[in-house]
């Protein structure tokens, strides 16, 4: 420490008290050999001045670890080159070092939300593990650095009208656990069982344009006789969109296979119920947390999940209807218990992309085999082990699908948790699957959060809300409720595509939702934390307004005779809007929301073309680019949306509107086309060209 080379080797003149002919150093002066060939003098160290665009801002003071707070630790490489890129990946614009071989990153504002004080220079004297030659803090004192090239991220922080506004919308009979908007206009609520009042049947349908009538808001559904507590929901691309349930808790639930077919229209009830005998249609494996996929042959993909409560995982997939045997997946017994609710989609490769815990991968979608393994997700700066899937629960979306669809597909993950501490996650991260060499981009995102829930909004953007800044999903879990919402548009640059919008003021922790309605509005529901009291059980629901809402700006409307679409067929429309300027479709796949899991969400953006009011929309390309099923297309005038309408894409390759074939199901829709399916309920005249289950082909069939 502080050694250095003398002046010259005669300083050395002392001879060896053994050996007169040889000289052992001199006053102050050491004679050193080494085994090494030759000998690295280490220079003393001083504070590195810049590393990359990172500044050196002086010796600070550091009580109780909290001016930057996230700290790594790295007892033999830390040094302001390790420390500041570490820092840097992650989105941090300020980092530092202390006592050696700690590594922090943070924000500027954490100097003075602490009340750190500048120290003299001297005080941070401890030389750094990985680079002897710098200096690392010592104890109680940061050596800090600031950030000063391109800015690793720009948040927006629109005012007033631009930030979107929460509305109180009325108080619900039960806090749903299930969210899932249906084809005639409506939203299904599915909760877990003695969540509502005594003796609910646990499964209501909500009217928005009765809206704030609790009395007339809600329509009680029978027919759900086990606990969907917590499973799946998809809309079947049959022809009536009936909607259905998957999995559950414990015994005969875990296998339950439940379905819905949406009736009635907006302001007039319908008389459906839910439809459920596990006697005759179950899953092959219990599945407690399983996601459900419609696949591009238009069958359905049941992932993963638990044997029941505190059970063993179910490491497998199957097909529904049911062909071959379960499909047994090492990476999901590997991953277990932080896989469960897998994000799953069909991609335009023709690959099923499933992420699970901090992993990806595409699966071939006739063998399930793996094609390609993705890289780890990144999780949080000093947790690689973190994840994004339950119970560190993210979400994904897809980012949005243009014409004519020949840029790669991108998913879109935001939130999650780290492991140790289990802390809610500051970052959302991409992927195009598809490219040749996929890597993870992280944004950083304004708050943390944990079971986030994201909903893809007609526009384009996405609105992120709900969750925890603390812990995890699960009851009791989690802490500090995130009441912001965040708007991620994927349109701008990336790294500045987040803006902070309003706040309620409920807190929507453990199974709250968040979906849009066809009005355009978000739907938020739900909280069922379950934490002695300290949140309570939420049953009021909220509505977000985007700014699209709040302009002042009339809805566009139109009119679309054809709502059963095959791909890339053209079809007209008319449209009314305000603006008389040029307007575009959207269009987002039916979506099921529980646990932060959108199953279905997707959206694209189709060809139009207009002559004054009188318009053709170009079907998208099928079934990779737009898998087969229900979606929602709304007519944008600039940035206002019409209110949606129903279309079907692709038909119904695998018949299922003939299924399930079975007394507790009847009657069925049938195939054939879509607007007769409300005609003749029982009729099942194939006038589509259907594709009967047998004829999938699945290689690991029995
Ligand atoms: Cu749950």
Redesign the pocket.
């Known amino acids: 420490m502080g050694g250095k080379p003398a002046l010259s080797e005669s300083e050395c003149s002392t001879k060896c008290a053994g050996n007169q002919d040889e000289t052992c150093g001199g006053p102050n002066r050491m004679s050193i050999y080494s085994s090494q060939e030759t000998l690295k003098v280490i220079k003393i160290p001083t504070a590195t001045q810049n590393v990359s665009d990172w500044q050196y801002q002086g010796c600070i003071t550091d009580i109780g670890n909290q001016v930057f707070p996230h700290k790594l630790l790295n007892q033999t490489g830390n040094s302001p080159q390790w420390c500041l890129s570490q820092c840097q990946a992650f989105g941090f614009m300020a980092a530092g070092m202390e006592y050696g071989e700690e590594c922090y990153c943070g924000d500027l504002d954490g100097i003075e939300k602490i009340g750190s004080q500048p120290r003299p220079e001297s005080e941070c004297n401890m030389p750094c593990p990985g680079d002897p030659e710098a200096l690392c803090g010592s104890g109680n004192r940061l050596s800090w650095y600031k950030w000063e090239g391109d800015p690793l991220y720009e948040w927006g922080y629109p005012q007033g009208i631009a930030a979107g506004r929460y509305e109180f919308l009325v108080g619900g009979p039960i806090i749903p656990?299930i969210a899932q908007p249906g084809v005639n206009g409506k939203v299904n609520f599915l909760e877990k069982h003695g969540t509502g009042e005594p003796n609910t049947t646990g499964a209501y349908e909500f009217d928005p344009s009765i809206g704030g009538d609790i009395f007339h808001a809600f329509r009680e559904l029978n027919g759900v006789k086990t606990d969907v507590?917590?499973a799946a929901g998809l809309t079947l691309p049959d022809r009536a969109g009936r909607q259905i349930n998957i999995g559950g808790w414990s015994t005969d639930s875990l296998f339950g296979v439940r379905i819905y077919w949406p009736d009635g229209s907006a302001g007039v009830n319908g008389t459906n119920d839910w439809q459920e005998d596990v006697n005759s249609v179950k899953l092959q494996r219990g599945r407690w947390y399983p996601t459900g996929l419609v696949m591009a042959n238009g069958s359905m993909l049941i992932v993963g999940g638990q044997d029941g409560s505190n059970g063993p995982p179910v490491p497998n997939m199957e097909i529904l209807p049911t062909v071959g045997p379960v499909y047994e997946a090492q990476y999901l017994r590997e991953t277990d218990p932080y896989n469960l609710y897998p994000f799953l989609l069909v991609l335009p490769s023709g690959g099923i992309f499933i992420q699970y815990y901090n992993e990806a991968r595409i699966l071939n979608e006739v063998t399930l085999d793996t094609v390609k393994i993705l890289p780890k997700a990144p999780a949080a700066v000093n947790d690689p082990t973190g994840g994004r899937t339950y119970p560190f629960e993210g979400t994904q979306v897809l980012l949005p699908q243009y014409y004519p669809y020949d840029e790669p597909l991108e998913v879109l993950i935001c939130g999650g948790a780290s492991r140790q501490p289990k802390v809610g996650l500051d970052n959302c991260v991409t992927i195009a699957p598809d490219v040749a060499n996929p890597q993870w981009t992280l944004e950083r995102m304004p708050s943390r959060r944990v079971m986030s829930c994201m909903a893809t909004l007609p526009d384009g953007t996405f609105l992120i809300l709900n969750g925890a800044e603390i812990g995890e999903a699960g009851f009791g879990l989690a802490d500090q409720a995130n009441l912001n919402a965040v708007l991620y548009d994927s349109r701008k640059p990336r790294h500045k595509r987040m803006s902070v919008m309003a706040n309620t003021t409920i807190a929507r922790m453990?199974?709250s939702e968040a979906v849009l309605m066809d009005d355009g509005r978000v739907l938020v529901s739900g909280s069922d934390p379950q934490d002695q009291g300290k949140h309570p059980q939420e049953h009021r629901l909220e509505v977000f307004l985007p700014p699209y809402l709040l302009s002042g700006a009339a809805q566009p409307t139109f009119d679309l005779p054809q709502n059963d679409w095959i791909w890339e067929a053209d079809y007209s429309f008319t449209v009314t809007s305000s603006s008389g300027g040029p307007i575009k479709v959207s269009l987002l796949g039916s979506e099921s929301s529980t646990?932060g899991s959108s199953m279905g969400a997707r959206i694209l953006f189709p060809s139009v073309s207009c002559s004054g009011g009188a318009c053709t929309v170009k079907a998208p390309k099928g079934p990779y680019v737009a898998p087969v099923g229900w979606y929602r297309m709304f007519v944008l005038d600039g940035p206002t949306p019409s209110h949606a309408t129903w279309v079907r894409i692709g038909g119904d390759p695998a018949g299922l509107g003939n299924w399930p074939n079975a007394a507790a199901f009847q009657p069925l829709p049938g195939l054939g086309p879509v607007g007769q399916a409300t005609l003749s309920a029982s009729a099942s005249t194939n006038a589509t060209e259907a594709r009967s289950i047998a004829n999938v082909p699945l290689d690991f069939k029995a």
Do not use: A, E, K, V
Request: glycine share 0%.
């Open positions: 656990l507590f917590c453990y199974h646990h």
